[in-house]
């Protein structure tokens, strides 16, 4: 018996790549065509990014809890959430949670701990980038960090909500972020946090200056270790 996934999805780009991650690669644990009972509730990115703009993070942790409680309902063992930027509203509301959580940030450490990375570019939205999500616990594994400055976060906020929450991945858009690694690179970081679930969509270890932590995957191939008791 296998673990019943929750994916408290936020934007659908993000989610349906973590989604695709987990049915992809539970074969490799479990045999072909095998993967553990995936359920997935989203809300309309609207009201999440309506709550967002105006810095209301408790009413985006209750979004994120009125998920959770749908998809207890609906059988779920334990949830994931693809998203790294609402991840900040989570500790608001976890201890009124109906089932456990698996932390984004939490897995994207541990796996820079065990690859041995001391000092970390981070990417995504700039609600993400300027928030302690990421600091909080690379601090733990005494992990380093670099944030883009304010004209770069800007740039890759603008590329992640106009084009790549719809699917839009241009030439242009990985010429920047190329743009803003490298720079990174010679400020002292030895990889990159992709901490926006549609960065893989155009950045990966093939075209980036530096080596990538693919939060998406990381999530994914954690949530399905726990969902096969790994």
């Not at 553990?36 to 209301?56: F, G, K, Q, W």
């Not at 456990?100 to 001391?118: D, S, T």
């Not at 906020?157 to 690694?181: F, H, K, S, W």
Request: proline share 6%; with cysteine; aromatic share 4%.
């Amino acid at each position: 018996m296998t673990r019943h996934i929750g994916i408290v999805a936020c934007s659908a780009e993000g989610a349906a790549l973590c989604y695709r991650t987990i049915c992809a690669e539970g074969a490799q644990l479990l045999g072909a065509h095998r993967h553990p009972e995936v359920s997935m509730h989203t809300p309309p990115l609207s009201a999440y990014l309506e709550r967002i703009e105006a810095n209301d993070w408790p009413g985006v942790g209750e979004l994120m809890l009125a998920s959770a409680r749908k998809l207890a309902a609906a059988g779920a063992d334990f949830l994931i959430c693809p998203d790294n930027t609402i991840h900040q509203a989570l500790p608001l509301v976890a201890a009124r949670s109906p089932l456990p959580w698996l932390h984004i940030a939490q897995e994207v450490a541990a796996q820079a701990m065990q690859r041995g990375f001391r000092r970390l570019a981070l990417t995504g939205t700039r609600w993400l980038v300027e928030s302690e999500v990421y600091p909080s616990q690379l601090a733990r594994h005494g992990i380093q960090y670099l944030r883009p400055d304010a004209a770069e976060r800007e740039e890759i906020n603008r590329i992640i909500m106009d084009e790549l929450v719809y699917g839009v991945c241009t030439p242009e858009a990985v010429a920047c972020l190329q743009g803003v690694l490298g720079r990174m690179k010679e400020a002292g970081c030895d990889a990159v946090v992709l901490g926006c679930t549609e960065l893989p969509l155009i950045m990966n270890d093939a075209n980036s200056p530096l080596p990538t932590l693919d939060s998406t995957r990381l999530l994914a191939r954690a949530a399905l270790r726990r969902a096969v008791g790994g």
